[in-house]
């Protein structure tokens, strides 16, 4: 591994280095080897947070091993609300926690804390990041939402530091406007990149624009979709704009990167060595592999405030365990992350509908809506909102309406809102489904 001389002294200094080299050696290794470092690490953490962590000495009586997992309760957003100050490691110096908080994709905004001395989750991000064959070191565009990472008032030095030492440009994916796209894809042009990292929705737009224009942008590594829920139809517009593949990654600013999608196309790779994660069906149980269920991360890296067994708010699906990836990673698989809980509508007939089908109803099956949201406010009360182009014909409202009603239930209202323009949340993120009552998010 060599890295280029700019970048030795930021790698060197966070300790980087080692832990890069350390988890992409790690990857390659047996799944046994891999396992047994990811329990080896949990025991650490359970020692740690049995001590010094007012909130698990009260939990974690008798849990000895990642085989006592199941045993320990959820850690739900609503329990790091209530009791944050308990979650807070009372051995750890106070400069290494450091303040943090996800917006809520309903607006309500859960505090927490990240560790400061940990290197190996950045570790992780690089290495599965490197999953395209991109090296550390190659330049990179990021567009991205988030105003606290894209730190639009930073100085001249940040900046520079971002350029020169890390080697990214940030591009913000707020209000794309076309002109914005026009000029982004200038600068792509001219920085150069190995690889495009973005928003699916954003990476779209850019997408669609390139097609729209005859344009041809060349990036040769690949395209990676993070941040949002990536659907068929945006990997397909995408790979077929810039002629590259499109590699999924699953993370969060909870607990970063979770799980990255590699050259063999055939799932997402989690980083093991980082956080353990489970599916948990319906029934509170943990689901067998290609049953969809919620996903609950532990993360073995922060020691100011562990998150054991943290309901992280998405459903998703693990791989067979037996499955051998042609990559040659043996890290264990994601089969696929289908989106938030909440995107899961429920109907009045007991039917249940997730993201891609809605993708699929509204963008094949109609014409003209361009981006859509669906709001299930209540059981029975399904708000649909749209924004459209020329080609939308309004008489088509009516089918809309009988069609949902007839796949979720008779008594459902479905109201639709033609709108100028969808509210994103506050990290710039589009919402497609949005359910009140989904059964996954409790
Ligand atoms: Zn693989």
Request: overall charge negative.
């Amino acid at each position: 591994m060599t890295f280029p001389t700019s970048q030795l002294l930021y790698i060197f200094k966070n300790n980087l280095y080692e832990n890069l080299k350390f988890s992409l050696k790690l990857q390659l290794s047996e799944r046994n080897a891999i396992l047994k470092f990811q329990n080896e690490k949990f025991i650490k953490l359970l020692h740690h947070a049995k001590k010094n962590v007012p909130y698990y000495s009260e939990i974690l009586n008798g849990i000895n091993d990642i085989n006592d997992l199941a045993e320990i309760p959820f850690l739900t957003k609503h329990i790091v609300k209530e009791r944050n100050n308990d979650l807070k490691a009372t051995n750890i110096p106070l400069k290494h926690f450091v303040e943090n908080s996800t917006s809520g994709s309903t607006g309500e905004s859960m505090h927490f804390f990240s560790y400061k001395p940990d290197d190996y989750s950045e570790a992780c991000a690089i290495r599965g990041d490197m999953l395209t064959g991109w090296k550390y070191g190659e330049k990179k565009v990021i567009v991205w939402g988030a105003s606290r990472d894209l730190d639009l008032h930073e100085g001249f030095k940040q900046r520079l530091i971002k350029k020169y030492i890390h080697k990214f440009e940030l591009l913000s994916s707020f209000n794309l406007s076309i002109k914005d796209i026009g000029n982004y894809i200038n600068q792509i042009k001219i920085f150069e990149p190995s690889i495009i990292i973005g928003y699916p929705t954003a990476l779209f737009l850019i997408a669609e624009y390139i097609i729209d224009n005859d344009l041809s942008v060349n990036i040769p590594k690949g395209v990676i979709s993070a941040g949002e829920t990536l659907y068929d139809f945006q990997r397909t517009t995408i790979e077929k704009a810039f002629h590259q593949k499109v590699f999924n990654r699953y993370g969060c600013r909870d607990v970063f990167q979770i799980a990255s999608e590699c050259s063999a196309h055939n799932g997402l790779h989690v980083s093991a060595d980082h956080l353990i994660v489970e599916i948990i069906n319906d029934s509170g149980k943990v689901a067998l592999p290609g049953e969809m269920g919620e996903i609950v991360v532990t993360d073995l890296d922060n020691y100011a405030f562990p998150m054991i067994r943290y309901k992280i708010g998405d459903i998703g699906v693990l791989k067979d365990p037996e499955f051998e990836c042609g990559c040659g990673v043996k890290l264990p698989m994601l089969e696929k992350v289908e989106g938030r809980t909440m995107d899961v509508v429920v109907g009045t007939n007991g039917n249940r509908v997730s993201g891609n089908f809605w993708t699929l109803f509204f963008r094949h099956e109609f014409e003209g809506i361009e981006k859509f949201q669906v709001f299930q406010e209540d059981i029975n009360i399904i708000n649909l909102f749209f924004e459209v182009n020329a080609a939308y014909n309004s008489n088509s409202e009516s089918k809309i309406k009988k069609e949902i009603r007839l796949l979720l239930g008779d008594e459902i209202d479905v109201n639709i809102s033609v709108v100028d323009e969808i509210i994103k949340t506050e990290t710039g993120k589009h919402r497609w489904i949005i359910s009140n009552v989904s059964p996954y998010a409790r």
